[in-house]
Antibody, heavy 119, light 110 residues
Framework: QLQLVQSGAEVRKPGASVKVSCQAS????????INWVRQATGQGLEWMGW????????GSAPNFQGRVTMTWDTSTLTAYMQLNSLRYEDTAVYYC????????????WGKGTPVTVSS | QSALTQPPSASGSPGQSVTISCAGT?????????VSWYQQHPDKAPKLIIF???KRPSGVPDRFSGSKSGNTASLTVSGLQAEDEASYYC??????????FGGGTKLTVL
């Protein structure tokens, strides 16, 4: 079973950037994208965007456009999500997930990376 | 792009059935059969329990079932068990490679 291993917790100041990684245990992305989802403490899930490991194509939710970059490193099977101009309200757990791009369901999830924005 | 609408809470006694609704629009649930449901226990990552409206991944008990009517999807948990106490989130494809989640429903087993 494919696993997604995420990087450790991060602390950043407002205005800074953070880059979270998500490494796959093996290749398994025929017909799949990598999506990023975040969850503030005590809140619901918020979809951030996607990247296709085969083409490198991607996109982000309107709330994050211009502030988030999603990339894929084929040599290490690692997805990255960089969020810029951090605000206090970006404090959350950030998850990566594998998504079937025909029927848009997330079948494999990483364990999450806590990001804290604090001065 | 507003979140799908779920009730914040639901409850039932062991052995009972509970249904959680997920209301969308004609741009997401109403037009796509790409509705999925996720179970999340505290401090854990979400887990897929229903995809393509009605399908269950291998290993998910058949006590969990999904359905859709118009712009609203539903998750039914039959024969409630203590371990079903968790938060449940619906999600739908919303076009242009976008996805959208519901606000989540906390299920309490009384």
């Amino acid at each position: 079973q494919l696993q997604l291993v995420q990087s450790g917790a991060e602390v950043r100041k407002p205005g800074a950037s953070v880059k979270v990684s998500c490494q796959a245990s093996r290749y398994g992305f025929d017909s799949y994208d990598i999506n990023w989802v975040r969850q503030a403490t005590g809140q619901g899930l918020e979809w951030m965007g996607w990247i296709n490991p085969n083409s490198g194509d991607g996109g982000s939710a309107p709330n994050f456009q211009g502030r988030v970059t999603m990339t894929w490193d084929t040599s290490t099977l690692t997805a990255y999500m960089q969020l810029n101009s951090l605000r206090y309200e970006d404090t959350a757990v950030y998850y990566c997930a594998r998504v079937d791009y025909h029927y848009y369901y997330m079948d494999v999830w990483g364990k999450g990376t806590p990001v804290t924005v604090s001065s | 792009q507003s979140a799908l609408t779920q009730p914040p809470s639901a409850s039932g006694s062991p052995g009972q059935s509970v249904t959680i609704s997920c209301a969308g629009t004609s741009s997401d649930i109403g037009v796509h059969n790409s509705v999925s449901w996720y179970q999340q226990h505290p401090d854990k990552a979400p887990k897929l329990i229903i995809f393509e409206v009605t399908k269950r991944p291998s290993g998910v008990p058949d006590r969990f079932s999904g359905s859709k009517s118009g712009n609203t999807a539903s998750l039914t948990v039959s024969g409630l068990q203590a371990e079903d106490e968790a938060s449940y989130y619906c999600a739908s494809y919303a076009g242009d490679n976008n996805m959208i989640f519901g606000g989540g429903t906390k299920l309490t087993v009384l």
